[in-house]
């Protein structure tokens, strides 16, 4: 299997900071990553796709890159409805694979 | 518009056995694969099954292998997972989600099942 690692596991930061979630796989996985948002209660939310692309609606301040093994989700200044967990996903090869997620706390 | 319709939940006991189900209006469901994502209580995310459009390409998790089955019904638009010999540790949320008709990505999810195992 391709395990994804992710870090940090948890992050605080305030309102208007900006926050980087790194996520890095075993094996090369070229631009096969994708990021979801989840809050507490509610199902996942897919915010980017092919490592740097914006599902509609995802608002300009997330972004995503890297390549091969190493990637990341940065969130810009960020606002009361970012705080919530986040996991990235391979889907270059089966299994398929999550990230164990990042939960970001407000501080 | 697009989605997929998920029952809120189920309780079953261990040893037995559970067909969850995902409906999928507002889209042409057979153009579209489809998998399988559980949540354990407090737990990330894990990814279980998937299934082509036409049903031809299936793929496992090894933790469920040879005990779930995923199938679909594309004349219903409906996705199911057969939940075979369940454990107090199948327990968890059953996400339903759909990839994209041009790459391999997730971009719709079901609201989730709860499955309850327990006796």
């Known amino acids: 299997d391709n395990q994804m690692t992710q870090s940090p596991s948890s992050l605080s930061a305030s309102v208007g900071d900006t926050v980087i979630i790194t996520c890095r796989a075993r094996h090369d996985i070229s631009n096969s990553l994708a990021w979801f948002q989840q809050k507490p209660g509610k199902a996942p939310k897919s915010l980017i796709y092919a490592t740097s692309s914006l599902h509609s609606g995802v608002p300009s301040r997330f972004s995503g890159s890297g390549s091969g093994t190493d990637f990341t989700l940065t969130i810009s200044s960020l606002q009361p409805e970012d705080f919530a967990t986040y996991y990235c996903?391979?889907?270059?090869?089966?299994?398929?694979?999550f990230g164990q997620g990042t939960r970001l706390e407000i501080k | 518009e697009a989605q997929l319709v998920q029952p809120v939940g189920d309780l079953v006991r261990p040893g037995e056995s559970l067909r969850l189900s995902c409906d999928g209006p507002g889209f042409i469901f057979s153009h579209f694969n489809m998998n399988w994502v559980r949540q354990a209580p407090g737990r990330g995310l894990e990814w279980l099954a998937y299934i082509s459009g036409g049903s031809t390409v299936i793929h496992y998790a090894d933790s469920v292998k040879g005990r779930f089955i995923v199938s679909r019904d594309n004349s219903k638009r409906s996705l199911f997972l057969r939940l075979n010999d369940v454990r107090v540790e199948d327990t968890g949320i059953y996400y339903c989600?759909?990839?994209?008709?041009?790459?391999?990505?997730?971009?719709?999810w079901g609201q989730g099942t709860l499955v309850t195992v327990s006796s």
């Open positions: 996903q391979q889907y270059k090869t089966f299994p398929y694979t």
């Open positions: 989600a759909r990839q994209t008709d041009v790459g391999f990505w997730i971009d719709l």
